[in-house]
């Protein structure tokens, strides 16, 4: 049982940590801000959480797992907003999204 | 070799404080200054941590069962530092902006153009 | 292992540091500054050192960042090239760096046990503190107890700190906002930041009354109390923040909480004890360290916040719209 729970925990925490590696390569090679963003908002959601939830399930049932979940919860309510915000300062500051023109 | 693994922290924390040191002297930008401090402060509090840690302790939480523990005497004194730098940051950026207000501008060539005038 | 951490860190934290000298857009180097101070938090986790980590990542990742921000938006937004050439600055601070390597030889290894900064005053306090103060945390009772002087010091100096913004920048109350056309697009933003907020002053109070027995005390309470209205100010608008927080009110809580502190140390002066001594305020000596410890840091947590709200007021009100 202590195997099957470090092996779920090993595949959630690295699952997590390539998330994170692959948002950050989009933001490297994505070539307009709003499409940065876009890797940015799902890929650091989803990489911090599956990290938070290796992190649980190698705490147990134990005070620190109600911890852990209380952060998961803020943070897959602020991960999103904040993106949102950056997302309407920039239409704000007039900075146009990058459009195809040609007509194919 | 011994030497390299004992003391690569404080080499480092060294060429972090000389990059902050650089700032502070070269850049002509008042908040450019402010960070450089900044950055200095933050990389002497980093030299006092790693004076306090002890290979094998643990965090200074008194606990049954747990014998070795890191110094927790500089860890006190970093707490002070941190509140200080915030609060000399907050007034030298106040400054900055009065400044800006008094003068129109915040680059040090400047300023001291238009002081040499009156 | 944790010496992979360890590099990692420190090289990032290199990377970053010559990332802010070298870059010129003003506001891309505050959120440079903003990652150097998480960089440094997580290094000090890596370090033992907790309630540091906590304490850094608040202010440095926290507050500074905000306070940059707003000295950024009031002032120019780049930076212009520098016109004198950086040789003599390069001499001095190559010069310095290797003076300060050559004295860094003789240091004892890092995690060395055998230094000669464990030995002398940090074992006593280790070894005297569960029979004396009875509070786990070992800087708590560092902090409020064995070295409460250094505090009451400490605490003054934010209190100068925000009395010296108040003096420079002053504070400006403004009417409550009004609901115009433009509040639509708020709406994401108003609505976690009312779900959130509570939550962030309850959050607040448990790290200032929790930090006898984890990290946590006055310092971190305080700040992550005011990150709670600010982020309030910033959905909401200074005039309606101000409507919860008034200015007379902020005043009052910065004077409040050091009068708290030194009042402690005057009445255990009147009990009988020395200034600060907090084994005189009740019968049981444990139970006097207690009962000081949780008022001191409740005053430093008062202060601290007020002080905080006082400085970021003053930054937005000098902006002339007033919705920063």
């Known amino acids: 049982m202590n195997l099957v729970l470090d092996i779920l925990s090993w595949v959630c925490l690295l699952g997590g940590a390539i998330f994170l590696l692959i948002g950050a390569i989009g933001v490297l090679r994505f070539p307009d801000f709003y499409t940065r963003l876009h890797a940015v908002s799902i890929c650091d959601t989803l990489g911090a959480g599956l990290v938070l939830l290796g992190l649980m399930v190698q705490g147990g049932l134990s005070l620190v797992t109600v911890k852990l979940l209380l952060m998961f919860y803020f943070m897959i309510f602020t991960g999103p907003t904040a993106v949102h915000a950056l997302a309407e300062a920039a239409l704000q500051g007039k900075l146009k999204p990058l459009v195809n023109d040609r007509e194919s | 070799m011994s030497e390299l693994l004992g003391h690569y922290n404080y080499w480092i924390v060294i060429v972090l404080m000389m990059t902050g040191f650089y700032t502070v002297i070269a850049r002509p930008n008042l908040i450019k200054k402010i960070i450089g401090l900044f950055i200095f402060q933050t990389s002497v509090f980093i030299l006092f941590i790693s004076m306090a840690k002890i290979e094998g302790g643990t965090a200074p939480i008194i606990e049954a069962g747990i014998s070795v523990y890191s110094n927790p005497l500089p860890h006190v004194l970093i707490l002070t530092a941190i509140v200080v730098s915030l609060a000399t940051t907050a007034l030298g950026l106040a400054l900055v902006v009065r400044i800006r207000q008094a003068y129109g501008t915040i680059d040090e060539d400047d300023i001291q153009v238009q002081d040499e005038e009156d | ?324």
């Open chain 3, 1 to 324: 292992m944790e010496y992979l951490i360890d590099i990692v860190l420190l090289g990032l934290l290199m990377i970053t540091g010559f990332a802010i000298v070298r870059m010129r857009s003003l506001l891309a180097v505050a959120m440079l500054t903003s990652i150097y101070s998480l960089l440094s938090a997580s290094l000090f986790v890596v370090l033992d050192a907790v309630d540091v980590a906590l304490t850094e990542a608040a202010i440095g990742a926290g507050i500074s960042t905000i306070l940059l921000l707003a000295a950024v938006a009031l002032t120019t937004d780049e930076e212009q090239a520098p016109r004198h050439t950086p040789l003599l600055p390069l001499i001095v601070v190559i010069t310095t760096g290797a003076a300060l390597i050559y004295g860094t030889v003789d240091m004892p290894h890092y995690g060395d046990p055998a230094s000669p900064v464990h030995r002398h005053v940090a074992a006593t306090y280790l070894h005297d503190t569960p029979g004396e103060i009875g509070v786990p945390n070992v800087v708590t009772s560092v902090l409020a107890s064995y070295r409460g002087y250094d505090t009451l010091g400490e605490v003054t100096v934010i209190f100068t700190a925000g009395a010296g913004v108040l003096a420079l920048l002053g504070y400006r109350t403004r009417r409550r906002n009004s609901r115009g056309p433009g509040n639509r697009k708020l709406v994401v933003l108003r609505v976690i930041a009312k779900l959130f907020f509570p939550l962030i002053l309850l959050f607040a109070l448990y790290i200032q009354f929790h930090g006898d027995y984890g990290p946590g005390g006055g310092f971190q309470a305080g700040v992550i109390f005011a990150t709670g209205f600010i982020l309030y100010a910033l959905a909401f608008g200074l005039g309606n923040a101000q409507r919860v927080i008034p200015h007379r009110m902020l005043h009052i809580m910065m004077a409040v909480g050091v009068l708290i502190y030194a009042s402690v140390g005057i009445e255990s002066m009147l009990l009988g004890g020395k200034f600060l001594e907090y084994r005189v305020l009740a019968e049981d000596p444990v139970t006097g360290q207690h009962l000081g410890i949780m008022l001191i840091e409740l005053g430093v947590g008062i202060t601290v916040a007020a002080v905080m709200l006082i400085i970021y007021y003053g930054f937005v009100s000098q902006q002339r719209s007033g919705d920063m």
